[in-house]
C-alpha cells in the first residue's frame, strides 16, 4: 500500500525522495526491518494472550532430558510469524504481483491448516491433531493451485540466455542477449555447465505434441515439492529454536537467488535464467525471514512459545513455493538438507523397524529415537547444542547453494 501512495505522490506532485520505493532492494530491506520489529515487539502481548487462552503444548512422554518442562508453554506462535510477514509485504510489495500473490495464497492455505491441527490438539484435546490425510489433501491441494498459476498463467514467463552467434546490438546500443519471454517448463540443474532440464521431455513418447502436456508433469513436481518440504519442517520442528533458525538461513539464500533472477544484468552476468517480475519476490522473502528471526527471540532455548503446525507446516510451504518460482527446486535437496535428513531418518526408521520385525520378529531401530535430533538428545548432547551445530551446518548447505551459481 505505501508502495502505491509514494508512487502517486510522486507522479503527482513529485515528492523528493518518494522514486526510494520504486526500488525492491529498499522495499526488501524495509521489510524486513518492520518484520523483525512487528514480531520482537508484539510477539510477547500474543503469547501473554496464547497464555491467556491456555494455549499450552501438551508433550508426549519421550523420555527426553528436559521435556517435562515444557509442559504448559504457549503454542500455536506461527501466528506471530504470520503476522509478522503479511503486514509488511501488505504495505511495501506490488500486490498485483503474480509471485506475491502466489506466496500470499501459500501463507494464508498452509497457516489455516496448520492452525487447524493446532486447534484440534489444544482445544479438542485430540494429540493427533488433524488427521494425516486431510493435511496431506491440504498439501496436495496448495501443490495444484499453486503448480497451476505458475503454468498457466501469463506473467509467469521467463528469457533464455540466447547463444553468442544470436546475439545483436539494438538500435540503443545495447546487447540483446536474452530471447523472448515465454511460457517453460524448464528447471535448474546444480553443479552441470548446460544446467537446464525440461519436465515436458518426460512426455517425449507422445509425440510431437508432448508440450502441451507439459502441465501434468510440473504440476505433479510442484506437488511433490510442496508435500516433502511442508512435512520436513514440521518434522524439524522438535527443540526449541531449530526450525526457525535453520529456516531462516534457507530463506535468506533463497532471496539471494530470487534478487538475482529478477535482474536481468546479473541473470546474464551469472547464466541463469531470467524470469521477468520474479525479483519482487525478494520483498516477500526478507519480509519473511525478518519474521523468524524475531519469532526466534521468544523461541531460542529455554523457549516463551512453539510455533506449533500454524508456523512449521506455512514455513516448508514457502520456501518450497519459493524455491519452485525461480526454478531453483532442484537445490532443495541441498539448501533444505536439514529438512531431508529430518525427513529421512523418520523414513528409514519406520522403514527399518517394519522390515526387522517382520524378518526377526523384533523391531530394530537404526537411530535412538527418529527424527534426528531426538537421536542427539537421547545420545545426551543438549538441545542448545543441537540447535546451533545444525544452524552451523544449515549455513554451511546455504553457502554450497549459493556457489552452485557460478560452479559448474
Known amino acids: ?12 506532485f513529485n515528492l523528493t525522495g518518494a522514486s526510494v520505493f520504486q526500488f525492491i532492494t529498499f522495499r526488501a530491506a524495509a521489510a ?15 503469547i501473554r494472550f496464547l497464555q491467556k487462552q491456555q494455549v499450552g503444548e501438551s508433550i508426549r512422554d519421550l523420555g527426553l532430558e528436559g521435556q517435562a518442562e515444557k509442559a ?45 491441527d493446532d486447534y484440534i490438539k489444544v482445544f479438542k484435546k485430540d494429540k493427533q491433531g488433524l488427521k494425516g490425510k486431510f493435511k ?14 505458475l503454468y498457466f498463467h501469463p506473467d509467469v514467463t521467463m528469457k533464455e540466455q540466447l547463444p553468442k552467434a544470436e546475439q545483436i546490438e539494438q538500435a540503443n546500443g545495447k546487447i540483446k542477449v536474452f530471447g523472448d519471454a515465454e511460457k517453460s517448463t524448464k528447471t535448474t540443474v546444480p553443479f552441470l555447465k548446460d544446467n537446464e532440464l ?10 510431437d505434441d508432448y508440450q502441451k502436456y507439459g502441465w501434468i508433469v510440473f504440476i505433479f513436481i510442484v506437488v511433490f515439492i510442496v508435500t516433502g518440504i511442508s512435512n520436513g519442517a514440521n518434522l524439524t520442528d522438535g527443540i526449541d529454536g531449530l526450525a526457525a533458525g535453520t529456516s531462516a538461513i534457507m530463506v535468506i539464500t533463497l532471496a ?52 506449533g503446525d500454524t508456523g512449521s507446516l506455512t514455513i516448508g510451504g514457502i520456501i518450497a513455493v519459493i524455491a519452485i518460482a ?66 552451523i ?8 547453494t549459493i556457489v552452485t551459481l557460478k560452479l559448474r
Open 198 to 207: 525440461d519436465y515436458a521431455k518426460a512426455l517425449s513418447f507422445l509425440g
Open 136 to 149: 496431506v489433501l491440504g498439501q496436495v491441494g496448495l501443490g495444484i493451485i499453486v503448480g497451476s498459476m
Open 72 to 116: 504448559g508453554t504457549p503454542t500455536m506462535g506461527g501466528i506471530i510469524i504470520i503476522m509478522a510477514t503479511l503486514i509488511p509485504v501488505l504495505l511495501l510489495a506490488k500486490l498485483e504481483n503474480i509471485y506475491i500473490i502466489i506466496l500470499l495464497i501459500t501463507t494464508v492455505w498452509m497457516g489455516l491448516i496448520g492452525f487447524t
Open 393 to 400: 551446518v544449515g549455513v554451511l548447505l546455504a553457502v554450497l
Open 326 to 391: 525461480i526454478r531453483k527446486e532442484l537445490l532443495l535437496p541441498i539448501l533444505a538438507g536439514v529438512f531431508v535428513v529430518e525427513n529421512l531418518s523418520v523414513m528409514l526408521q519406520v522403514s527399518w523397524f517394519k522390515y526387522t520385525r517382520k524378518k526377526y520378529g523384533e523391531g530394530r531401530r537404526i537411530f535412538k529415537m527418529s527424527p534426528l535430533h531426538h537421536h542427539y538428545q537421547k545420545l545426551s548432547y543438549h538441545e542448545s547444542k543441537i540447535v546451533t551445530r545444525f544452524w
Open 256 to 307: 539471494v537467488f530470487a534478487w538475482v533472477s529478477g535482474n536481468i544484468i546479473f541473470a546474464d552476468y551469472l547464466d541463469v535464467m531470467y524470469i521477468p517480475k520474479s525479483g519482487e519476490m525478494t520483498v516477500f522473502i526478507l519480509a519473511f525471514a525478518g519474521a523468524l528471526i524475531g519469532f526466534l527471540w521468544y523461541n531460542t532455548y529455554p523457549a516463551q512459545v512453539f510455533m
Open 1 to 12: 500500500m505505501l508502495y502505491y501512495l509514494f508512487q502517486y505522490l510522486e507522479e503527482q
Open 32 to 46: 524486513f526491518i518492520v518484520s523483525l520489529l512487528i514480531s520482537a515487539i508484539f510477539g510477547k502481548k500474543i
